[in-house]
């Protein structure tokens, strides 16, 4: 059995098998009653959310991913295009993609044509401004330990910056606590 490469993309045999395409149903169904003005003109099934599903992690990796300098957004997680229940993070990333649509103006998504791309990387801010109202997505807030050298953290305050984190002095609020790289050990 041959392993899959894990380059970030997604795993399109797992979103295509019927199983899985099946349990798109309730993000189906509760977008069909909460975003019915944005899904009515095209009624989404089952398949076409999970090769809209593929689509987004596709692109997010391309755009987002670690093989990307500079990218302009942090990857959302891959457990909120698994949240398959009604009302979870997967109706919202949906959800939010459709609305972005149907305000665009847009027939359909289109992820391949590089005059889109800023629109595109839009959605994804609009998604993930979405997850973070609906309670399906928290900012990380960071805790430097004290030991930590004074020049790596001011790189840690970037990157967490750049990522939409937070730096916390409280240990206890923490959702994240970096530590010092440790000394080298002695044999």
Known sequence: ??????????????YEASDTVSQFDSARVWLGKNYKKY??????????LS???VQLLQFQE???????SNAPLTKLP????????????????LAAAYKFKSDQGWRRFDFQNPSRMDRNVEMFMTIEKSLVQNNCLSRPNIYLHPDIDPKLQAKLKDIVKR???TV???KNS???IAFPVPGSLEE
């Open 39 to 48: 899904i009515q003109a095209e009624p989404p099934t089952n398949k076409s």
């Open 174 to 176: 923490a959702s994240h």
């Open 163 to 165: 990522h939409q984190g």
């Open 1 to 14: 059995m041959a392993v899959r490469k894990k380059d970030g993309g997604p795993n399109v045999k797992y």
């Open 78 to 93: 891959i457990k909120s295009f698994l949240d398959f229940k009604a009302g979870g993070a997967l109706c919202h990333i």
């Open 168 to 170: 916390t002095e409280d």
């Open 51 to 53: 090769n809209l599903v």
């Open 62 to 68: 391309e755009v987002f991913g670690k093989h990307v």
